[in-house]
């Protein structure tokens, strides 16, 4: 699976698993929904700092987060 994918499927499955809408979550992590929409549909791949701030949101570690990715790719 290419790594854009592996990445929205992640952030989408964890975003949805918390119960938080797009908008709900890019507020949490200081970003706009239009963003997350991009990374969750594969057109973007976010920054570190986006990944950063999204594990915690999860309460994972950044290495936690990546690991998750990584097991889809």
Not at 10 to 34: M, N, P
């Amino acid at each position: 699976m290419p790594i854009n994918n592996a990445v929205a499927e992640t952030l989408r499955e964890l975003r949805q698993k918390k119960g938080v809408s797009q908008e709900k979550f890019a507020d949490a992590i200081d970003s706009h929904q239009v963003y997350i929409s991009e990374i969750e549909n594969g057109k973007k791949i976010p920054s570190l700092t986006t990944l950063y701030k999204a594990a915690h949101y999860f309460d994972l570690s950044l290495s936690e987060f990546t690991a998750l990715i990584e097991k889809k790719i």
